[in-house]
């Protein structure tokens, strides 16, 4: 046992380098900086311009995990030019300068609640006076959501806490809960555009959902929403909450159903005539970086995005599939947003419980290891950003008395992992691009 723990230490060794490699890549200022350039008086973003001189004032809004970083990068690019701003970040990110002409709003995540409603008051509050003269900066990313409550009117925000937990807790993946969130929210949907008059619109993106459909980050402020309020319907329904939410919240979906509350904006919507929204940063961003340094590493990498699915089978499956990868150094890196049917009491989050259930498939994989963890170092409601398993997983375990199985089956892949010390921690990234999931196997 001592000797196969040894030689698992490179394959650990490389799983980490192409971690932080990962999140490196995965910088907001750095994607801020790469998409946005201002010279000669003129503002490119991803190389169409616009001058800078033909504007009255510029105002920055937004919010989410990484828009922090990327007001941070924004504001020394725009200096003078930059007239105010406002955007709201994670309560836990208390490493953010203050800057001084933007300014930031503390809220909560993953659960929404009264600090973002008043951020979101705050951040509506810039955009008073603007005109078609001027230019609105709307930063967005992972986790706007949450951040920003806005409820309709005759909701509250504890109703719309408690629509999102049970959302939560039954599966539902990030489409079908960003569909619910939209419909119950004065500024998600396209709505937020509508808040800023005649402006000129610019929505800088970066994306933490699979497949990259900018009108389901942060519940798409500046893009057209395509669902419906009877689809919002059919999501809680088929998740088997539609009995349990607030009647109010019930109340507001079947009226919008009927006509009775007002769609969100949709596709071709000549509000939007106004709004370019950019996308500068996504999982592949991560993913690609992954596979760069393994592949310098000299492992032959297979890759993959658009993962989703149950983290458990996932898990499974990534196992397998670098099991069957012909070659003696060989890495499958993939990339996406699993989701956790919660039956147990204990504490994980999706990327934990994807390594414990790899775990199980590892017991058999000499020089095998996994590696899953979320891109913003937070990984359900731990302090972790995710965890690793190898081929000695298993049975370090069974010597320290632990069950796999029993902790899998209960949810408690974080009590499991800080047991083995084998927990990811990187503290909060101030980015958020999905998922990394690593599989590696050596020549050992």
């Known amino acids: 046992m001592e000797a196969a723990i040894e030689k698992a230490k490179g394959i650990r060794r490389d799983a980490l380098m192409a971690v932080k490699a990962a999140l490196e890549a995965a910088d907001p200022a750095l994607l801020v900086r790469r998409a946005v350039r201002v010279?000669?008086?003129?503002?490119e973003v991803n190389g169409v311009g616009r001058r800078?001189?033909?504007?009255?004032?510029?105002?920055?809004?937004?919010?989410g995990k990484a828009s922090g970083l990327m007001?941070?990068?924004?504001?020394?690019?725009?200096?003078?030019?930059?007239?105010?701003?406002?955007?709201?970040?994670?309560?836990?990110?208390?490493f953010l300068p203050k800057l001084e002409k933007i300014r930031f709003v503390a809220s909560t995540h993953p659960l929404p609640s009264k600090k973002g409603v008043k951020g979101v008051r705050r951040m509506l509050g810039a955009l008073k006076g603007v005109s078609e003269e001027d230019l609105?900066?709307?930063?967005?990313?992972?986790?706007?959501?949450?951040?920003?409550?806005?409820?309709?009117?005759?909701?509250?925000?504890?109703?719309?806490?408690?629509?999102?937990?049970?959302?939560?807790?039954?599966?539902?993946?990030?489409?079908?809960?960003?569909?619910?969130?939209?419909?119950?929210?004065?500024?998600?949907?396209?709505?937020?555009?509508?808040?800023?008059?005649?402006?000129?619109?610019?929505?800088?993106?970066?994306?933490?959902?699979?497949?990259?459909?900018?009108?389901s980050v942060a519940s798409g402020p500046t893009v057209a929403d395509p669902t419906t309020f009877a689809e919002a319907e059919g999501v809680l329904r088929a998740r088997?909450?539609?009995?349990?939410?607030?009647?109010?919240?019930?109340?507001?979906?079947?009226?919008?159903?009927?006509?009775?509350?007002r769609e969100t904006p949709k596709p071709g919507d000549p509000v939007f005539d106004r709004v370019t929204n950019a996308l500068i940063g996504s999982n592949a961003?991560?993913?690609?970086?992954?596979?760069?340094?393994?592949?310098?590493?000299?492992?032959?990498?297979r890759t993959a995005g658009g993962v989703t699915g149950e983290a458990r089978d996932v898990g499974a499956r990534l196992v397998r599939n670098v099991m069957s990868t012909p070659g003696r150094r060989v890495a499958v890196v993939w990339g996406g947003e699993t989701t956790v049917t919660v039956r147990g009491a204990g504490i994980?989050?999706?990327?934990?419980?994807?390594?414990?259930?790899?775990?199980?498939?590892?017991?058999?994989?000499?020089?095998?290891?996994?590696?899953?963890?979320?891109?913003?170092?937070?990984?359900?409601?731990?302090?972790?950003?995710?965890?690793?398993?190898?081929?000695?997983?298993?049975?370090?375990?069974?010597?320290?008395?632990?069950?796999?199985q029993r902790y899998l089956d209960g949810n408690d892949s974080n009590t499991?992992?800080?047991?083995?010390?084998?927990?990811?921690?990187?503290?909060?990234?101030?980015?958020?691009?999905?998922?990394?999931?690593?599989?590696?196997?050596?020549?050992l």
């Open 39 to 43: 010279h000669g008086g003129e503002l």
């Open 285 to 301: 961003t991560a993913t690609a970086a992954a596979e760069e340094a393994l592949q310098s590493l000299g492992y032959k990498v």
């Open 71 to 94: 007001a941070v990068e924004l504001e020394h690019l725009l200096g003078p030019k930059l007239d105010r701003g406002v955007v709201v970040v994670p309560d836990y990110q208390t």
């Open 416 to 443: 499991f992992f800080r047991a083995l010390g084998d927990l990811v921690v990187t503290g909060p990234t101030g980015t958020n691009v999905n998922d990394v999931m690593i599989a590696i196997r050596g020549s």
């Open 52 to 63: 800078l001189t033909d504007l009255r004032k510029i105002v920055v809004v937004g919010g």
């Open 240 to 261: 088997g909450v539609w009995r349990k939410i607030p009647a109010s919240v019930r109340k507001v979906i079947v009226s919008g159903a009927q006509g009775r509350v």
């Open 136 to 215: 609105v900066i709307a930063l967005f990313s992972g986790g706007g959501s949450a951040l920003m409550p806005a409820p309709l009117e005759g909701l509250t925000v504890e109703e719309l806490d408690i629509t999102t937990n049970l959302l939560l807790k039954s599966g539902a993946e990030i489409r079908e809960m960003n569909c619910v969130r939209k419909h119950l929210s004065q500024i998600a949907g396209g709505r937020l555009v509508e808040k800023a008059g005649e402006a000129q619109v610019l929505g800088l993106i970066i994306s933490d959902v699979v497949g990259d459909d900018l009108s």
């Open 348 to 404: 994980g989050g999706r990327n934990q419980e994807l390594a414990l259930a790899a775990a199980v498939g590892l017991k058999r994989a000499r020089g095998t290891a996994v590696v899953s963890f979320g891109t913003d170092g937070i990984d359900g409601s731990t302090t972790a950003a995710g965890a690793y398993a190898d081929s000695t997983t298993a049975e370090r375990a069974r010597g320290m008395g632990l069950n796999l």
